[in-house]
């Protein structure tokens, strides 16, 4: 496998730590700006409707940003009319379809697209007729990567946390089940994602799937940033991701 998989960064809790104390310190766009330059490919932020850490003005100002570097932001949303206004005006390269409840901590599991195709397929279709290209995150399941296929998606990302938080041993038979959901998604002509919970030690395991083409990672990234600065954390990343795919 010699294909160079694609890393977005997530700077959500960049965001985080500035809003625990107010103010403008640290930016997230010069997070983003960091990372681009420590070899992530794109940007990933999540607007949720509480607005617990990235907010419109950021979304604003990576927006332009990433506009003008010529780099591509992939905005996590849920699925409201809201958030579709706020794609809409904003136009992202891409738009990532979540799950989203107020009491959660972070995404817990995936987008349940099957059953619920009659209030997922208008949104998707806003954003192809807009020219963002729409991606579902959802559960590496078949019935979710048909019903993803079936309202228009164009990308599904797989959530990766029931992976990561096994342990080693236990890991193998999920392993399966993601690399299994990722032949028939790139069979259905979805290209496959990959993201949460990663650190250097699965994501490089993920990446024996060779349908998986990006990995988003936000959170291990920022608080490994702690000990050793953004820059080198994410160069570790691309480095560790790099070395899967030789």
């Known amino acids: 496998m010699t294909a160079r998989v694609r890393l977005g ?33 794109g940007i990933t932020a999540h607007l949720r409707e509480d607005r617990r850490h990235i907010t419109d003005a950021d979304i604003a100002a990576l927006s332009g940003w990433c506009d003008q570097a010529g780099k591509p932001l992939n905005l996590e949303m849920a699925v409201t009319e809201e ?8 136009h992202p390269h891409a738009a990532c379809l979540v799950p989203e409840r107020r009491e959660e901590v972070t995404t817990e599991g995936g987008l349940a697209v099957a059953g619920h195709e009659a209030r997922i397929e208008p949104c998707v279709r806003a954003l192809v007729a807009a020219g963002i290209r729409p991606s579902l995150f959802i559960e590496p399941s078949e019935d979710q990567v048909r019903a993803s296929a079936a ?11 029931r992976y990561c938080h096994l342990t080693a041993d236990a890991r193998p038979p999920e392993l399966a089940r ?40 936000g959170h291990f990234l920022i608080g490994e940033a702690v000990f050793t600065g953004l820059d080198a954390a994410i160069r570790r990343m691309r480095g560790a991701m ?4 030789s």
């Open 9 to 41: 960064v997530n700077i959500d809790h960049v965001a985080t730590v500035r809003n625990a104390r107010g103010g403008s310190h640290p930016d997230p766009v010069r997070a983003a700006r960091t990372a681009l330059e420590a070899g992530a490919d």
């Open 151 to 161: 309202v228009g998606a164009q990308v599904v990302e797989f959530h990766t946390g």
């Open 178 to 217: 993601l690399a299994g959901a990722a032949r028939l998604a790139a069979s259905l002509g979805l290209e496959v994602h990959a993201g949460h919970g990663l650190d250097f030690a699965t994501a490089a395991e993920v990446l024996v799937i060779p349908e998986v083409m990006e990995l988003n990672i």
């Open 83 to 90: 958030m579709l206004a706020i794609a809409l005006r904003h």
């Open 242 to 245: 790099d070395a899967a795919r």
